[in-house]
């Protein structure tokens, strides 16, 4: 049998492999490959960056919640300037495709900081809805318009692709992925981590200081591949990047059926920074003994004759 063929269209890119390193757990990326090869990875995305320094919320932050784990970071960073001095110039010697992560509070933020990580030489910018919506309450992510507008602000900025990071706590994560895809994103994330909370029963305290946070890791999987499959269902052509709870190379296969055509992988890293190898490996393998030569074969697979609810 011919080796496999991972490599997959994500709107106008090229993925030489569906992994993709999700932001917020790669670091910087830069970092990142002394530490595992970027040779599985189809891109790293790098950790959100606003328009000024965020420093981020009041430990604890991190936490393990069932076989998943909370998190509330608050998008800890040094803001697009310090970032662009430190990583700028080291970005095109990763040997990976670099993508940046945007986030802000209004349509103004977001540009500035799309503008700066394409100055700075990232290959494409994912806009990071998941933030809470000066205009309005919420996050942007759970608004069709509120997310249309900062998409639409960020496409006009930059010339590289642009993706929008969706959340699978929208109510209708289908129009906000229309609204995203009408206002220019080439492809979406679906999607960040889901609203969660743990308690420290003996010290009767949330287990992360600000009393909720993101949920993730693999009990996230179901929640996001329904709806990366509605989304797949009912806009087709609109390209997905599924992500949420891969752990293993069946759980890429999965990403794949339900229509998504490149996967980020977040959680797993941090026990075990070089899991893209194994999954890239325990793929192949499935892949093998079920006689598929080409991934991009897998792609939607699963849709066929589903009617969603
Ligand atoms: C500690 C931590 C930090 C994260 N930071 C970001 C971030 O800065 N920007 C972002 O878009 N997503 C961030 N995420 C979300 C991940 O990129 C990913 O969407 C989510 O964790 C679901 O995938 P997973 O189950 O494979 O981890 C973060 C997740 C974790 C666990």
């Not at 100055?119 to 309005?136: F, I, M, Q, T, Y």
């Not at 009393?211 to 996001?224: D, H, N, Q, R, W």
């Not at 998504?260 to 899991?275: K, L, N």
């Amino acid at each position: 049998m011919a080796p496999l063929n991972r490599s997959l269209a994500l709107g106008p890119v090229t993925l030489r492999s569906p992994l993709v390193g999700a932001s917020g757990t790669v670091g910087s990326a830069v970092d990142f490959v002394s530490v595992a090869s970027p040779d599985y990875y189809g891109a790293l995305v790098a950790k959100s960056v606003a328009p000024e320094p965020w420093v981020g919320n009041p430990p604890p932050r991190l936490a393990p919640a069932g076989a998943g784990m909370l998190n509330a970071v608050g998008i800890q960073n040094p803001g697009i300037e310090a970032w662009l001095a430190e990583f700028g110039p080291r970005l095109a010697g990763v040997g990976v495709p670099v993508w940046g992560s945007a986030v802000g509070h209004g349509p103004g933020g977001f540009a500035e900081v799309a503008r700066g990580l394409e100055d700075g030489g990232v290959e494409a910018v994912e806009v990071n809805l998941s933030c809470p919506n000066l205009d309005g309450h919420g996050l942007i992510a759970l608004d069709p318009d509120a997310s249309a507008r900062v998409v639409e602000a960020v496409r006009q900025a930059v010339s590289v692709p642009v993706s929008a990071k969706l959340s699978p706590n929208a109510s209708d994560i289908v129009a906000v992925a229309g609204a995203v895809w009408d206002a220019g994103a080439d492809w979406v994330v679906i999607g960040n981590t889901v609203w969660g909370a743990a308690i420290d029963i003996e010290s009767r305290t949330p287990r992360v200081a600000m009393g909720s946070g993101g949920y993730s890791g693999p009990p996230l999987k179901p929640i996001a591949l329904r709806a990366v499959m509605e989304v797949a269902a009912r806009i087709p052509g609109l390209p997905i990047l599924g992500c949420g709870g891969v752990s293993r190379g069946a759980d890429v296969v999965e990403y794949l059926m339900a229509g998504a055509s490149a996967v980020g992988i977040g959680t797993v890293h941090f026990a075990e920074p070089r899991a893209a190898r194994r999954i890239d490996r325990e793929l192949a393998r499935w892949c093998r003994s079920h006689s598929v030569e080409r991934l991009s074969d897998l792609v939607g697979v699963a849709l066929r004759g589903v009617s969603l609810p």
